[in-house]
Nanobody, 122 residues
């Protein structure tokens, strides 16, 4: 089992930046991937960014390409999401997640953090 703990959410004005971090503990991540999902009120949870743990291949949703950057530190077992040029529509609860299968397939994620609120004011 993998335990995931997010940090870094908060309130920011449109155009601002936030950095989310997620620390993973538990089993080794060999062959696994990590992702960031978000869920806004009344909307489905969506995969916004993901990274394969060892190869560092990345995936971004079209809505965040060019604004968000996902990275990982294999020594510290952390994954981060740098969010720039934030928009009010980025407001959501952001969840860190881990998969032992394919990192860019939103259906493959098995372990979840508790979520952190990101609010972007206009």
């Amino acid at each position: 089992q993998v335990r995931l703990v997010e940090s870094g959410g908060g309130l920011v004005q449109a155009g601002g930046s936030l950095r989310l971090s997620c620390e993973a503990s538990g089993r080794s991540f060999r062959g696994s991937g990590m992702g960031w999902f978000r869920q806004a009120p009344g909307k489905d949870r969506e995969l916004v960014a993901a990274i394969s743990w060892y190869e560092a291949n990345v995936y971004y949703a079209n809505s965040v390409k060019g604004r968000f950057t996902i990275s990982r530190d294999t020594a510290k077992n952390t994954v981060s999401l740098q969010m720039n040029s934030l928009k009010p529509e980025d407001t959501a609860v952001y969840y860190c997640a881990a998969t032992s299968r394919y990192y860019s397939d939103y259906r493959s994620y098995e372990n979840w953090g508790q979520g952190t609120q990101v609010t972007v004011s206009s």
